[in-house]
């Protein structure tokens, strides 16, 4: 039995230790991952999200059977309430103002980290600025399911083939397949938004 297997099995015996190891490993990175999702997410909109992501592993961990790692089904699960999160807020606030944050945007509080890891490239990183990268995730939200939430747990999760065919339940020949195809869509919307939002926007010629 490898040691994810081992913890979760003391997590599902009531061992409250095993809990506290859980969420040491995953609670910063679960947080890192919403916060990326929307670019009118605040800290505290994220943290908020990933206390109730947690909430539901503790409810629903018994249905998690090791079909991919612990930390893609916390993912998956972080992707889905977040999506919630923000289309509830939509619902309250048609027409309401948005502030950009910025990624490297830290809750001096709770000490969660919110900045993706130096060792890992962030998914915008080749963004030139801060209104760019509010303009992919604005484009994201226009390219719908199940485009959304492959290119998310990609990119923003970062998340190997191996684990995407675990995860959505396809063979690895369809996960590459549909990952081309999203981002072809992506590419489409992310065009027309920003050479509308950016008249300075303009394709590389050559």
């Not at 490898?2 to 040491?24: M, N, P, T, V, Y």
């Not at 505290?44 to 998690?64: G, M, P, R, T």
């Not at 485009?147 to 995407?164: A, K, M, P, T």
Request: proline share 4%; aromatic share 8%.
């Amino acid at each position: 039995m490898g040691l994810e297997a081992q913890l979760l099995a003391r997590c599902r015996r009531g061992d409250a230790a095993a809990w506290d190891e859980l969420f040491d490993a995953h609670y910063t990175a679960a947080g890192r991952f919403i916060f990326q999702l929307s670019s009118d997410f605040t800290v505290e909109d994220a943290e908020e999200i990933c206390q109730e992501v947690f909430l539901s592993v503790i409810k629903n961990l018994d249905s998690f059977h090791g079909e991919s790692r612990l930390q893609t089904w916390i993912f998956r699960i972080a992707a889905n309430r977040a999506r919630d999160y923000r289309e509830k807020r939509h619902a309250a606030k048609r027409g309401g103002g948005r502030a950009d944050v910025s990624l490297q945007a830290g809750d001096p509080e709770s000490g969660l980290a919110l900045d993706p890891p130096a060792d890992l490239p962030a998914p915008d990183e080749h963004l030139m600025n801060a209104e760019q990268a509010a303009l992919v995730r604005a484009s994201l939200e226009r390219l719908g399911e199940p485009c959304r939430e492959i290119v998310e747990l990609r990119y923003f999760g970062d998340l190997s083939y191996e684990e995407l065919s675990a995860t959505l339940a396809l063979n690895p020949k369809t996960v590459s397949s549909r990952l081309s195809k999203c981002l072809d869509r992506l590419e489409q919307i992310a065009r027309k938004i920003f050479s509308r939002d950016n008249p300075d926007f303009s394709r590389p010629t050559g």
